[in-house]
Each structure stands twice: as structure tokens, then as C-alpha cells.
């Protein structure tokens, strides 16, 4: 596209509408052509004059059949002008309308006319997002095709907190450019695994560990919003798919190596961060164990190691380990650098208190093959994981150019 790509951005009623104004100055910063749309009650919150000056085109308003001048109407115009669609803040009067095909006003005929890549980013108090009727528009319109971006979960105008808080605007503006394709990431293959495994005892009981997956989908999530195509394998774990990522659930290590073996060979970059069992009970008990008949004897056999197979079916690919620790050991993680034959190994202390499992922050090490160990200091894992993508992109360049360089 040898000029700049067009985003058409329609703005609902919301407190999260002053943020739309943050939203129009990073497009921009990213190259964006801008033009948006108010509803009515979206003027009570951000001035059309406000969104007139940072994006240098006039504000559409209310009006859907405004003629432009030309013998056009405009709500046709635009949907023929934009390369890509975004409503944000969405409401949940907008969602609605948008899963029935309503078209009252400016904006909604605008959405109805477009045929293009569609982003929509919620934004409403916990209990409306979570209402029956809101999710099955929601389900009805990512099942068309519309990509989402959130909502997530933190602080509300209502002073609660919980699920329905508008997208970060980098999280807006990062999925409109996967949807066009323009991420540094686009056109890689990233492939992620994520969570525990669990490994049957009986039909009841499982041999599992407490990870709870946030970092391998905080991976995933970055992968996708870099624009790479990304597939994610999760143990069982209680979190939502990553916007723009295929998901693909499983439960025991065999079904993970299945899993990832099965994608690995088409994949750029593989990130292994499920804590994936070393042992599984080796004859699982049909019916549940009893107490009454004592305390079982249970023999174990080795899982698979996953990891370690990955040169033999992803040669070609960065390989990224991570290990789940209890105590730091700079000799011990540069021999599992170098034993697991990985690009990247993640060393974390999982026994600090507020770190590594179930939390919402980490701090890591990460030891490489080429060049000095890093030390990423506690943050929150949605940074550690943009922090790694920097370091795991960078050896995708370096791969790639080498690879362009050898004789064919």
C-alpha cells in the first residue's frame, strides 16, 4: 500500500471516549490516516473540534445521509475510504445494533456499508459485560469475522473494579495493525504453549503444579499484537483466548507434544513456557481410589521432553525455553542452555513470594545463546513479555538475515 492506510474510528458514549483522542494521536504517530464518527451521546464527552484538530479532517456526526459534495452519500463514501474499521469505546447499545444489522445513524450505517477488516473495543461496567445478551452479540459478531480488542479487566468509572475496562490505546492500535497486516511481526509464525499439565491419578485426582498460564498467553497476546499468525497450545487453565490468536486446549504432557509437534515444523518461533510435568502415574486407575483400601502405591514413568525435541522438528525456528525454579543457578540454567539446544532460556524463581506462578508480575533472567544474560526486574508479565518479544524479534532478524546470506 504505497500510501498511508486508513482507519475510519466511531467513537459511543462513555467515559472511555476521552481516551479516543490518545487513540487518533498514536495512529497517527503510526502512520494512520484518521476520520471519525460521534454518536450523539459521545459529543457529551469528547468535542468534535478536539478530534477535528488531531486528525485534520472534519467530524462526522448524527446525520447519515450528509452529501459530500460530490452526488455521494457520505456514509457510503467512507466505508469506500477506509481501510479499516474501529469503534472505541463500543457500547453495548453499539454491539447490539451491530450483531442485528440496526442502522439509525451515521455511524452504524457507515459499519453496516463497510466490507472490510472490522475492530471493536468494548468498554461498560462489569455486570452489563458479563450479561447473557451482551456476550452472544459479542459471540455473533467475532463469529462474522470482527476482530476485538478487550475489554480487560481493571479500575471502572464506578470506582469497582473488574472485566469491561476500555483496551490500552497500544493494544487498540497494535490489533488494527495486525488486521492490515502491518505488525513486525506480520507474515512470522509464533507458536506458544502454555499453563500445567495435568496427569490422571483416577478419573478424579491428577498429578498437576500450580502454574496458571499468564505468562504463556501474555506471550501469545504480544505475539499477535505484533502481527504474527500465532497458535497457542494451554494446559488447563482458567483464562480468556488472547485476541487474534488461535487457541488450542489440551491437558496432559503426550497431548502437548502432540500438539506442539504438529505446529512446530511451520513456526518462526516457538516459546515453551508450560510448566509441563517431568513424571506421570504410569497405569492411572480406571475407578477412583478408595481410602478404605489404603494408601495407594503408585508407580511413575518420565513424560516426554518436549523441549529438547523441538530442534529435531523446528531446526529452522528460535527456540525458547523457560524454567520454573526454586533457587538461581547461573551454571546450571547456561547447561540447560546448552542441553535443551535453545536459543533463549527464561529462568524465574517461582518461590519468591508475589512472583512467577499465578501472579500477575514476574521477574526473569534470560540466558542466550549469543551473547550476555539479561536480567528483566519485576513488572508486570504483560512488559516482561513485550521485553522478551524485543530480545526473541531481534534473533528473528539475525536468523533470517543469515539464512538470505548463505549460497542456495
Same mark, same amino acid.
Request: proline share 7%; glycine share 8%.
Given at each position: 500500500?504505497?500510501?498511508?492506510?486508513?482507519?475510519?474510528?466511531?467513537? @459511543?458514549?462513555?467515559?472511555? =471516549?476521552?481516551?479516543?483522542?490518545?487513540?487518533? *494521536?498514536?495512529?497517527?504517530?503510526? &502512520?494512520?490516516?484518521? /476520520? @471519525?464518527?460521534?454518536?450523539?451521546?459521545?459529543?457529551?464527552?469528547?468535542? #468534535?473540534?478536539?478530534?477535528?484538530?488531531?486528525?485534520?479532517?472534519?467530524?462526522?456526526?448524527?446525520?447519515?445521509?450528509?452529501?459530500?459534495?460530490?452526488?455521494?452519500?457520505?456514509?457510503?463514501?467512507?466505508?469506500?475510504?477506509?481501510?479499516?474499521? @474501529?469503534?472505541?469505546?463500543?457500547?453495548?447499545?453499539?454491539?447490539?445494533?451491530?450483531?442485528?444489522?440496526?442502522?439509525?445513524?451515521?455511524?452504524?450505517?457507515?459499519?453496516?456499508?463497510?466490507?472490510?477488516?472490522?475492530?471493536?473495543?468494548?468498554?461498560?461496567?462489569?455486570?452489563?459485560?458479563?450479561?447473557?445478551?451482551?456476550?452472544?452479540?459479542?459471540?455473533?459478531?467475532?463469529?462474522?469475522?470482527?476482530?476485538?480488542? &478487550?475489554?480487560?479487566?481493571? #479500575?471502572?468509572?464506578?470506582?469497582?473494579?473488574?472485566?469491561?475496562?476500555?483496551?490500552?490505546?497500544?493494544?487498540?492500535?497494535?490489533?488494527?495493525?495486525? +488486521?492490515? !497486516?502491518?505488525?513486525?511481526?506480520?507474515?512470522?509464525?509464533?507458536? +506458544?504453549?502454555?499453563?500445567?499439565?495435568?496427569? #490422571?491419578?483416577?478419573? +478424579?485426582?491428577?498429578?498437576?503444579?500450580?502454574?496458571?498460564?499468564?505468562?504463556?498467553? =501474555?506471550?501469545?497476546?504480544?505475539?499477535?499484537? *505484533?502481527?504474527?499468525?500465532?497458535?497457542?497450545?494451554?494446559?488447563?487453565?482458567?483464562?480468556?483466548?488472547?485476541?487474534?490468536?488461535?487457541?488450542?486446549?489440551?491437558?496432559?504432557?503426550?497431548?502437548?507434544?502432540?500438539?506442539?509437534?504438529?505446529?512446530?515444523?511451520?513456526?518462526?518461533?516457538?516459546?515453551?513456557?508450560?510448566?509441563? =510435568?517431568?513424571?506421570?502415574?504410569?497405569?492411572?486407575?480406571?475407578?477412583?481410589?478408595?481410602?478404605?483400601?489404603?494408601?495407594?502405591?503408585?508407580?511413575?514413568?518420565?513424560?516426554?521432553?518436549?523441549?529438547?525435541?523441538?530442534?529435531?522438528?523446528? #531446526?529452522?525456528?528460535? /527456540?525458547? !525455553?523457560?524454567?520454573?525454579?526454586?533457587?538461581?543457578?547461573?551454571?546450571?540454567?547456561?547447561?540447560?542452555?546448552? *542441553?535443551?539446544?535453545?536459543?533463549?532460556?527464561?529462568?524465574?524463581?517461582?518461590?519468591?513470594?508475589?512472583?512467577?506462578?499465578?501472579?500477575?508480575?514476574?521477574?526473569?533472567?534470560?540466558?542466550?545463546?549469543?551473547?550476555?544474560? +539479561?536480567?528483566?526486574?519485576?513488572?508486570?508479565?504483560?512488559?516482561?513479555?513485550?521485553?522478551?518479544?524485543?530480545?526473541?524479534?531481534?534473533?528473528?532478524? *539475525?536468523?533470517?538475515?543469515?539464512?538470505?546470506?548463505?549460497?542456495?
Amino acid at each position: 500500500m504505497s500510501r498511508r492506510p486508513r482507519v475510519f474510528l466511531g467513537i @459511543c458514549g462513555g467515559i472511555a =471516549a476521552y481516551k479516543s483522542a490518545e487513540l487518533v *494521536r498514536r495512529l497517527l504517530e503510526r &502512520g494512520f490516516e484518521v /476520520r @471519525c464518527a460521534l454518536t450523539r451521546s459521545a459529543k457529551s464527552f469528547i468535542p #468534535p473540534l478536539t478530534l477535528e484538530v488531531l486528525s485534520g479532517h472534519a467530524v462526522y456526526e448524527q446525520e447519515y445521509l450528509t452529501a459530500t459534495g460530490r452526488g455521494e452519500e457520505s456514509h457510503i463514501a467512507v466505508a469506500q475510504w477506509a481501510d479499516a474499521f @474501529c469503534i472505541a469505546p463500543a457500547t453495548a447499545h453499539m454491539l447490539a445494533r451491530l450483531a442485528l444489522g440496526l442502522a439509525d445513524d451515521f455511524l452504524s450505517t457507515s459499519a453496516l456499508a463497510f466490507p472490510g477488516p472490522m475492530v471493536v473495543a468494548p468498554a461498560m461496567h462489569s455486570q452489563m459485560w458479563q450479561r447473557e445478551a451482551v456476550q452472544q452479540h459479542a459471540a455473533t459478531l467475532a463469529g462474522r469475522g470482527v476482530v476485538f480488542a &478487550g475489554p480487560v479487566e481493571g #479500575p471502572l468509572a464506578s470506582g469497582e473494579s473488574g472485566p469491561g475496562r476500555l483496551a490500552d490505546v497500544a493494544e487498540i492500535v497494535a490489533t488494527l495493525e495486525r +488486521v492490515l !497486516g502491518r505488525g513486525e511481526l506480520a507474515g512470522r509464525r509464533v507458536l +506458544v504453549s502454555a499453563g500445567p499439565t495435568w496427569e #490422571p491419578i483416577d478419573p +478424579v485426582r491428577f498429578l498437576g503444579n500450580r502454574s496458571s498460564g499468564k505468562m504463556g498467553f =501474555a506471550l501469545a497476546a504480544e505475539a499477535a499484537r *505484533r502481527g504474527a499468525s500465532t497458535v497457542l497450545v494451554a494446559g488447563p487453565v482458567a483464562l480468556p483466548k488472547p485476541p487474534g490468536v488461535e487457541r488450542i486446549d489440551v491437558e496432559t504432557a503426550h497431548q502437548m507434544r502432540d500438539a506442539i509437534y504438529a505446529h512446530a515444523p511451520g513456526a518462526d518461533l516457538v516459546i515453551m513456557t508450560a510448566a509441563v =510435568a517431568d513424571f506421570r502415574p504410569a497405569a492411572p486407575s480406571a475407578s477412583k481410589l478408595k481410602k478404605e483400601r489404603g494408601v495407594p502405591a503408585i508407580a511413575f514413568a518420565t513424560n516426554p521432553d518436549i523441549l529438547a525435541g523441538l530442534p529435531d522438528v523446528a #531446526p529452522d525456528a528460535v /527456540r525458547v !525455553g523457560f524454567a520454573a525454579e526454586t533457587e538461581r543457578s547461573t551454571a546450571e540454567a547456561e547447561a540447560k542452555l546448552a *542441553r535443551k539446544d535453545v536459543d533463549f532460556l527464561v529462568w524465574n524463581d517461582v518461590s519468591v513470594s508475589g512472583l512467577g506462578f499465578g501472579s500477575d508480575d514476574n521477574e526473569v533472567t534470560v540466558y542466550r545463546r549469543h551473547g550476555e544474560p +539479561v536480567v528483566l526486574s519485576r513488572r508486570p508479565k504483560r512488559q516482561i513479555a513485550a521485553d522478551l518479544f524485543d530480545l526473541f524479534t531481534d534473533a528473528l532478524e *539475525r536468523r533470517e538475515l543469515a539464512t538470505a546470506g548463505t549460497p542456495g
